[in-house]
């Protein structure tokens, strides 16, 4: 899950660009992409989802997260320049501000390196015996695997639902709500997840703001999905904290039967 959300943002660049092309140069006699019926949008939702289900597949993590970066540069330089060609409004200063943000997602692409994106294999703390039947090694880590990537899962999870509610239930509150919590899965939970071994207390801080987001979209549209997901992110928000009373609570009654062990000092000494 954590390399197909990556692919995602990587293959965005290509899915706008088959968009383009066909809304400008489709074949004769179709009509604009906006006058077209809802089964061509729902193609280009399906063309996208497959690229990047392909290009997880085929890519390294490294490879994905530079493709995603270095796009995401390319696409805001383009923005800003189709700006200032246009005439827009505020077109220099919007263009001064789009290629400083892009050349810095430009220099992250160069930057990044395997040991940023493999941080948490030599980050990560051996979990303490427990007293007792204790797992293998290979079960072990496959649990390790597994818990590593259960935040993008979840932001997984919570991109479904918000683009099922926005585009397929899209009635009454639902839509706008759905809208506001595809962003929130993107651009809070997505970036919690990700940065959760190089920052944690910013990780933590996004998974509050997404708890406290998710909940006023509860309070505004009442739908249970809303509580749901806002319980959800206040548990990942809260799962750091988790695991370290677990970790002291395991490793307490070692501590004191260590310390029972020792060999009692004579008064003379």
């Known amino acids: 899950m954590q390399r197909f959300l990556i692919a995602l943002h990587a293959t965005v660049p290509a899915a706008l660009v088959v968009a383009v092309f066909v809304h400008l140069w489709g074949p004769p006699g179709l009509p604009p992409l906006a ?4 089964w061509t949008v729902w193609a280009l939702i399906g063309v996208w989802l497959l690229m990047s289900a392909v290009a997880a597949w085929a890519l390294r993590t490294l490879a994905l997260w530079r493709v995603a970066l270095g796009a995401a540069g390319g696409l805001l330089g383009a923005a800003g320049a189709t700006g200032l060609v246009l005439g827009s409004a505020l077109a220099p200063a919007m263009l001064a501000g789009l290629a400083a943000v892009g050349l810095a997602c430009a220099g992250l692409a160069a930057c990044i390196g395997p040991a940023r994106v493999h941080a948490h294999r030599r980050s990560a703390v051996p979990a303490p015996r427990r007293h007792g039947p204790a797992l293998t090694g290979r079960w072990r880590q496959l649990a390790a695997r597994g818990t590593a990537h259960l935040p993008f899962w979840l932001c997984g999870v919570l991109a479904v639902e918000s683009f099922r509610l926005a585009h397929i239930v899209a009635t009454g509150p639902a839509r706008p709500s759905g809208m506001l919590g595809l962003l929130l899965a993107f651009f ?3 970036p919690a997840a990700t940065l959760r071994h190089w920052a944690p207390r910013t990780t933590s801080a996004l998974w ?7 909940g006023g979209l509860w309070a505004k549209a009442g739908l249970w999905q809303w509580a749901a997901a806002a319980a959800l992110c206040l548990l990942a928000a809260l799962a750091p904290a988790l695991v370290q009373l677990r970790r002291r ?17 004579s008064e003379a000494a």
């Open 35 to 38: 006058q077209r019926p809802v």
């Open 249 to 265: 609570a395991l490793w307490a009654p070692r501590g004191m039967a260590g310390r029972s062990a020792e060999p009692p000092r």
């Open 188 to 190: 809070v939970a997505l």
């Open 208 to 214: 509050w703001l997404a708890a406290a987001s998710y």
